[in-house]
């Protein structure tokens, strides 16, 4: 049976530096898998995306933030700048802690490595985060210069 309940989750960047993303979320536990929001509207992400989705093998459901939002009943502040991983458990993760998490989810090779170190090394926590805050504030102009480009039905 599923048990809802109210939360207020955070997700910091940095290692519990000033810089966190706050996210007000009804869900209903259990989650029947693990859920990744990303900006449909950058082909950059989507295309990732897509090809994350083939790699979890069902093990992760996908959606862009618009149809995320409403299937998991979240309330957010403001427009997200960043992919979100919302667990079976209702713990959230953004940035680079998402990508790392997804990562060890899908079983990538090295993807628990990568998930390990960024759980107890503040200094690869911190670079990463920065290094993912470069990319995603530059994500629709990576996407024009790289070619990527959303179709009508994607």
């Known amino acids: 049976m ?5 939360s207020r989750l955070q997700a910091k ?3 519990g530096a000033a810089a966190s993303t706050r996210l007000s979320v009804m869900e209903r536990l259990p989650l029947p898998r693990p859920v990744v929001l990303y900006d ?3 082909g950059l992400c989507a295309s990732s995306m897509r090809r ?18 409403e299937a998991c009943e979240i309330e957010m502040p403001e427009v997200p700048q960043s992919l979100i991983l919302i ?18 989810l899908c079983e990538s ?4 490595v990568a998930w390990r170190m960024h ?15 470069h990319i995603a504030k530059r994500r629709h102009l990576l996407s024009r210069l790289l070619g ?7």
């Open 52 to 69: 994350w989705q083939v790699r979890s093998r069902g093990v992760v459901s996908f959606s862009t933030y618009g149809e995320g939002v």
């Open 109 to 112: 090779p090295f993807g628990g």
């Open 13 to 15: 960047h940095c290692g």
């Open 148 to 154: 990527f480009r959303m179709l009508p039905n994607q």
């Open 40 to 42: 449909g509207a950058c």
């Open 87 to 104: 667990e079976k458990n209702g713990d959230v993760r953004t940035g680079a802690g998402a990508i790392f998490r997804l990562m060890a």
């Open 119 to 133: 759980e107890k090394i503040g200094i690869f926590r911190f670079l990463s985060a920065l290094i993912y805050r």
């Open 2 to 6: 599923a048990v809802q309940r109210r």
